[in-house]
Structure formats: C-alpha cells, structure tokens
C-alpha cells in the first residue's frame, strides 16, 4: 500500500501532478510547492550538459522562470512509471518549441528529448530528481 503523503497524495500522483505543472509553464511559482527545502537535482551528462550538473533548488527555481523566454509549449508523453515506496521513476518523451536560436535547434523548432527521470518523495515533497536525457538532434 501507497502511504498518503501531507498533501494528501500518493508519491506517484505527486509527481505526476509536478510534471504537469512543468509542462503547463508554472514557473518557480507554479513548481515551488512541490519542491523540498533542500531539493537537488541532478543532471547525468547530456547534449546540452556535457559534464553533466547539480542544482539546489534555488537554481531550479530560478531556471524554472527562465525557461519560459527559451522554450514554449513543453510536452511530456510518460512511457511508463514505476513507484516504491517514496521513489518514483518517469519515463517520457518530452518536447517544446525553441523560442530562440540554440546550439543545435533554430526558434521554431521542436526539441524532443527521451528521458528518464527518478524523484524521491519524502513528507509530500519531492526532495530530489535524477534525470537522464537523451536528446535528438533530427
């Protein structure tokens, strides 16, 4: 049995809930209540990563906000997920519009990306996300 989290949500939904918020643009704002005090996530090295990255949640928050001036109409397919306990495990295909020139898209474009993500859940919050992605670049 899925022990109820303080929010009144299995971690699962909690989650899921997370990354509709993301792909509905909620920004720092939109995000922050589902996000621990000491929230980390880390980045396995990627395209755009190459040595990969750590992130508190003060720079998630404020990456969340920025995010909004680089990409549009973010789109997460979930593939499939897995949940034990406070560990929930995403997969997804995710997508947006570019809404400037970047290194391997125009504005314009669809970036798509495959990833697979694992968030811990602990007293209804998310306390951490490790997230690898695999970017196409055609």
């Known amino acids: 049995m899925v022990e109820e989290m ?29 996000l621990a005090d000491g929230f980390v996530l880390v980045e396995a090295p990627h395209l755009l990563a190459p ?10 928050l ?3 906000d920025h995010s909004a001036g680089v990409v549009a109409n973010q789109k997460f397919e979930i593939r499939r997920t897995t949940c034990e ?18 290194r391997y898209w125009d504005a314009g474009e669809t970036i798509r990306a495959r990833t697979s993500s694992v968030f811990e859940v602990r007293d209804g919050r998310i ?5 690898y992605d695999c970017y196409f670049t055609s």
């Open 127 to 131: 306390v951490s996300q490790d997230s």
């Open 6 to 34: 303080s929010l009144g949500k299995p971690p699962l939904e909690l989650v899921l809930d997370f990354v509709r918020t993301l792909e509905a643009g909620g920004g720092a704002a939109g995000i922050r209540p589902f």
């Open 85 to 102: 306990q406070g560990r929930v495990v995403l997969e997804a295909e995710w997508s947006a519009t570019s809404l400037m020139d970047l």
């Open 62 to 64: 404020a990456g969340a």
């Open 51 to 60: 040595a990969g990255s750590t992130r508190t949640l003060e720079q998630v």
